[in-house]
């Protein structure tokens, strides 16, 4: 499959990787949006929030732990950070393979553009 972020899974597209385990990768965005900016993505390929079923569900869960528990390593948790899936075109998504943005070290308005 053509997918980027399973390339970068895979090894095969080099990435900042700063944590994993046998369900996620959290990596550094390479175009970050806050002083603190990672992807949490999946190791199961799925296309976008839109295509998640009722079989995905501890998966979802399992996300946004992890996008909480890389806060609280990091320090940033008390102080605060904006947690965002951006899904489908109007949506803001640019790839297709699910994933958390975890954005830190600025505040955030709301809402967001
Ligand atoms: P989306 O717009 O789909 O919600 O988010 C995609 C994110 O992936 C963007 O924030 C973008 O900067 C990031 N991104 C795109 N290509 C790469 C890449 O090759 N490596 C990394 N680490 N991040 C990427
Ligand atoms: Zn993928």
């Known amino acids: 499959m053509d997918c980027l972020f399973c390339k970068i899974i895979a090894g095969d597209i080099p990435a900042q990787r700063l944590y994993e385990d046998d369900e996620c990768v959290i990596i550094r965005d390479i175009e970050p949006q806050a002083p603190t900016h990672v992807l949490v993505l999946p190791r199961t390929h799925l296309d976008s929030l839109d295509k998640a079923s009722a079989s ?6 399992k996300l946004l732990l992890e996008a909480a528990n890389f806060a609280r390593r990091e320090g940033f948790a008390d102080a605060g950070y904006r ?3 951006n899904t489908n075109v109007d949506g803001g998504q640019t790839v297709f393979h699910l994933h958390v943005h975890l954005l830190a070290g600025r505040p955030f308005i709301f809402p967001p553009g």
């Open 56 to 61: 995905d569900d501890k998966l979802l869960g």
């Open 83 to 85: 947690v965002v899936i």
